[in-house]
């Protein structure tokens, strides 16, 4: 499992670009879908696609979804934004149930 969250930063890392751009969109989007009530937090929104995209690049490669992805690379980028998205929306999900009221 450590092997894996290495080779999860390391692609991050390599599309830092790409990194940036999809957790600002997905963790954004997963905090609207999950609780509207959630405005003006963008810190959060940064955390939660961080946390979000990190969780789902490493559950795509648990899963061995990877080498399947790989195999469309002109899609790379939609991937990634859905896998961002699901892991996000896992992420926000769970910070809606803990947060304090």
Do not use: H
């Not at 609780?35 to 696609?49: E, H, N």
Request: charged content about 10%; proline content about 2%; hydrophobic content about 60%.
């Amino acid at each position: 499992m450590e092997q894996t969250a290495r080779e999860v930063l390391l692609y991050m890392q390599e599309n830092l670009g790409a990194t940036v751009i999809i957790v600002l969109i997905t963790g954004f989007a997963a905090c609207k879908a999950v609780a509207s009530d959630w405005k003006g937090i963008s810190l959060l929104f940064i955390v939660v696609g961080v946390l979000g995209y990190f969780l789902g690049q490493f559950l795509t490669l648990i899963l061995g979804l990877k080498e399947i992805i790989d195999l469309i690379p002109q899609f790379s980028w939609v991937f990634d934004l859905i896998i961002g998205f699901v892991g996000s929306f896992i992420v926000a999900t769970i910070a809606n149930f803990v947060k304090p009221t």
